[in-house]
């Protein structure tokens, strides 16, 4: 006999809940990670701090799957827990300089989509580039001429 799957309101809380946990390891601050799920109500963040978690927007969803994805994709590349709790907060050349930590707070879901992109190209054997050239890699901007098919 299977097991019940679990209903998507106890996949979201455990979701925050882990964002909860890693924000800790990441050391940044509540407004940090409120930004970094996109969610200004203070009063709703305290809920799920408390485990109080339900509905969450599409949105929000995203975020969270980032950020976990983030943290696996961190904790495949590194082995020294300094290195894959602390790299988010560094500067970085591949970020101009910048932490991915304050790309993901400046730049939204793009953001994190753009630090999990820059991850998974170091993960599978990409030559050093930065953010810019692996997106113009992976995501070109030109369309490619195609033969027209008679």
Request: glycine residues 8%; aromatic residues 10%.
């Amino acid at each position: 006999m299977s097991k019940k799957p679990k209903d998507k309101f106890h996949r979201n809380k455990v979701g925050i809940k882990m964002c909860f946990r890693l924000a800790e390891k990441w050391n940044i601050s509540d407004a940090t990670l409120m930004t970094l799920l996109g969610q200004a109500d203070a009063e709703q963040f305290e809920a799920w701090r408390e485990g109080d978690v339900g509905e969450i927007s599409n949105d929000t969803l995203m975020r969270v799957s980032y950020m976990l994805g983030t943290h696996a994709d961190l904790r495949t590349i590194f082995t020294n827990p300094n290195n894959y709790y602390g790299w988010i907060t560094r500067s970085n050349s591949g970020f101009e300089r910048i932490s991915p930590l304050e790309h993901m707070l400046r730049n939204g879901q793009e953001g994190m989509h753009d630090v999990r992109l820059y991850l998974n190209h170091w993960i599978n054997g990409g030559k050093s580039m930065t953010l810019a050239e692996i997106k113009a890699f992976h995501c070109p901007t030109q369309s490619i001429p195609t033969k027209e098919l008679h």
